[in-house]
C-alpha cells in the first residue's frame, strides 16, 4: 500500500528562515514532496492559516509522559539535558513511535560529585517509581584526567551530546555547591570534541559564562541572569560569545517559573537574551521543562513570547525553534520546510510572523507525515 498523500493548499509558509506568504505544501509518507505527485488522498484548505516546520524545544528533561504531552502542542523533537541511562533506553524507545515527540539527548550531564543537579534528583526521587539511589546516583567527574573515559562512558550510554555544570549555586543564594572548574571544563570540551559531540554548558551566572567561553564550549544551556541590565559585563560575554560562534538555548520561561516574572533574575534574563541578540549570538528557544514547571510543549510557547519581549521580531523566535537549533545539533532532516525534509509540521490559524501568540492556535500536527488525530491533542 502506498503512503498516504496530503496536500496542504493555500496557505502561508514559514519555511524555517523566510515567511511565504502563500503556498501549496505536499506531504507524501513521511517527507514533505516536490510539486507534481499527482491527485491527494487528503486536501487541507490552508487560507487563513500558517505552516510551520515542527517545533523543537532545545533544552527540556525527559521522563514518562514527557514526549506524548509535547507533541500535543506541536514540539516534533526534544533536546533532552541530562536523562539517566534507564530512563533514556525508555525514552529512545518510545521516540520510535510516531504519536509522541522525537528524542535526542545529552545523556548523564558532566557535573562535580555534590554539585548541581545532585539535590534536585535526590528530591524527586520522592515522586518517581524509581529507588532513591538509583534516581540520585549517576557518574560525576573531579579530575581532568578522567575526562577521555567519562566521555567514552557517554558514547558507550547514547549520548549525542555532552552537557557541563559550570554552576556554584550562588545565583539561587544557597551554600556553595561543588561544580566544574576552567581546567575540567576545558578538558571535557576536548574529550567531547575529540568523538565528535558538541558541548553544551550549564551556566547561572556570568562568572560561570566566563569559564565555559574560556573552556571553548560549542553552547551555552541558559542565558545567565545575576547582571542588572546595563552592566558591563553582559555586553563583554555577549560580545565573546558572538566572536567565538557560541548559541545559547535561553530558557527564559524556566526562570519566570522558579522565580516569577516580575522577579529581577527574570528582569536580568531578559535583558541578557537581548543583549546576546543584538550582538549577533544565535539564540535558541529552550524552557528547560521537567515534570513540575515549566510543562512540556505549553512552557514552549510562553518561550516563544518572551523571546519577543527581548527583542527578537516573530520570525526569529519562529526560526529559534526550528531552523536555529537543527542547525547547531546537526539535525539536517527537520526544522525546514522543503522537498525532501522529514513531514514534522505544525499548522496554526492565523499569522504567527506577526502575532506569536497564534503558536498556539493548533488546527493541524504531523510528525514524519502522520497526522496526530484531534482526540489525542485533546
Known sequence: ????????????VF??????????????????????????????DGTGRTLLPGLIDAHTHT????????LTY?????????????????QRKLAERDDVADLRSAGVLATAPGGHPTAVMTAMAATMDEPSDAVGRFDTIEDPAQAGEFVAARLAEGSDY????????????????????????????????????RTVAHVATARDTAIALDAGVDGLAHVWSDKVPGHPDNAEL??????QGVFVISTLVYIE???????PRSTNAAYVAKALHRAGVPLLAGTDANPYAPLHGDGLHRELELLTRAGLTPPQALAATTSAPARHFGLPDRGRIAPGLRADLVLVEGDPTQDITTTREIAAIW?????????SMG
Open 1 to 12: 500500500m502506498r503512503p498516504l498523500r496530503t496536500l496542504i493548499r493555500d496557505v502561508r
Open 15 to 44: 519555511d524555517g528562515f523566510r515567511t511565504i506568504p502563500r503556498a501549496d505544501v505536499q506531504i507524501d509518507g513521511d517527507r514533505i514532496s516536490g510539486p507534481g505527485f499527482g491527485g491527494p488522498d487528503l486536501l487541507i
Open 63 to 70: 521522563f514518562d509522559g514527557s514526549l506524548a504531552h509535547a
Open 74 to 90: 506541536g514540539v516534533t523533537t526534544e533536546l533532552d539535558m541530562f536523562c539517566l541511562p534507564s530512563n533514556l533506553a525508555r
Open 162 to 197: 555532552l552537557k557541563i555544570v559550570i554552576d556554584d549555586g550562588s545565583s539561587s543564594g544557597t551554600s556553595p555547591t561543588p561544580t566544574i572548574g576552567r581546567e575540567l571544563a576545558t578538558a571535557l570540551v576536548d574529550a567531547g570534541r575529540a568523538v565528535g559531540l
Open 238 to 243: 555577549a560580545h565573546r560569545a558572538a566572536t
Open 257 to 263: 517559573s522558579l522565580v516569577g516574572a516580575d522577579n
Open 367 to 375: 510528525r514524519r507525515g502522520e497526522r496526530l488525530s484531534r482526540t
